[in-house]
């Protein structure tokens, strides 16, 4: 799967971090779209579901765990990768069970979401 064939989903309810993580992959010619709640996220699964999900942990309405939880309970084998400020004790290993191929901290560095995302759209083909 090439980078430009790539449809990556970025959730997150704050819009500064939307916008750089956006602009981050589209510098790297990854098709990006951004969605400010989880909710958004599951109305536009009807044109195209992503390859690959960025999501928040900590968001009001529905957190990126309840996320995961909804698509699993729906048939949808996303991969996902989780993004978090607040690193909890037992998170990363909930959010691995629950389907997240990768755990990353705010401020997450470049090549890690980057070797992520190559990871996750490895996983799902």
């Known amino acids: ?16 971090v939307l916008k750089a993580l956006e602009r981050l992959l ?6 990006a779209r951004s969605y400010p709640s989880g909710r958004q996220f599951l109305a536009s699964l009807a044109e ?3 390859d690959c999900l960025i999501v928040d942990l900590h968001m009001p309405e529905m957190t990126g765990l309840e996320l995961q939880r909804n698509l699993a309970r729906q048939g949808l084998r996303i991969p996902t990768i989780v993004i978090t400020a607040h690193d909890e004790a037992g998170m990363r290993e909930r959010c691995e069970a629950g389907g997240a191929v990768a755990y990353l901290t705010k401020p997450v560095q470049d090549t890690s979401l ?7 759209c490895e996983t799902k083909r």
Not at 26 to 31: C, L, V, Y
Not at 114 to 120: C, N, S
């Open 1 to 16: 799967m090439t980078q430009l064939s790539r449809q990556i989903a970025i959730v997150d309810d704050d819009p500064a």
């Open 48 to 50: 195209r579901p992503p």
């Open 114 to 120: 980057l070797a992520a995302i190559d990871e996750a």
């Open 26 to 31: 589209k510098a790297r010619s990854i098709d």
